[in-house]
C-alpha cells in the first residue's frame, strides 16, 4: 500500500519563504507527483506537478516564478519551494501521486491515486 506523506508546513510572514517535502513509499513504480492546496471554504486546486523523471512540470498561474517543484534523489520524493508568499498562499497543502504519465490535463484531483494528509502553511501579512 503507498503511503505519502508530507512536512515542512508552518507559519511564515508574507515575502518568506517555505519548503515543503513529501515522500511515497510502500509502492515499486515511479510516480508522477504533484501538489494541491486547500484554502477554508474554497475546492482543492492544483498547484504544481512533475512527471516520474522531473523532465515535464506544470505550474498553476499563480505559482509560477514564485513556486519551484523539485525531485528529490531518493525515489518517489519531491519538495515544492515556494517564495515570495503572499497570504492568500495560507491553505492546506496535499501532495499527490500517480503512475502513468502527466499531461496538461491530469491537474484535477481525480486524476491521483494517493494523497498525503496535508500540511498547513499559513502565511501572515
Known amino acids: 500500500q503507498v503511503q505519502v506523506l508530507e512536512s515542512g508546513g508552518g507559519l511564515v510572514q508574507a515575502g518568506g519563504s517555505v519548503r515543503l517535502s513529501c515522500a511515497a513509499s510502500g509502492g515499486s513504480s515511479d510516480y508522477a507527483m504533484a501538489w494541491f492546496r486547500q484554502a477554508p471554504g474554497k475546492e482543492r486546486e492544483f498547484v504544481a506537478a512533475?512527471?516520474?523523471?522531473?523532465?515535464?512540470?506544470y505550474y498553476e498561474e499563480s505559482v509560477k516564478g514564485r513556486f519551484t517543484i523539485i525531485r528529490g534523489n531518493a525515489k518517489n520524493t519531491v519538495y515544492l519551494q515556494m517564495n515570495s508568499l503572499k497570504s492568500e498562499d495560507t491553505a492546506i497543502y496535499y501532495c499527490?501521486?500517480?503512475?502513468?504519465?502527466?499531461?496538461?490535463?491530469?491537474?484535477?484531483?481525480?486524476?491521483?491515486?494517493?494523497w498525503g494528509q496535508g500540511t498547513q502553511v499559513t502565511v501572515s501579512s
Open positions: 512533475i512527471s516520474d523523471i522531473g523532465s515535464i512540470i
Open positions: 499527490a501521486a500517480k503512475t502513468g504519465m502527466l499531461f496538461s490535463t491530469t491537474r484535477r484531483p481525480i486524476h491521483w491515486h494517493h
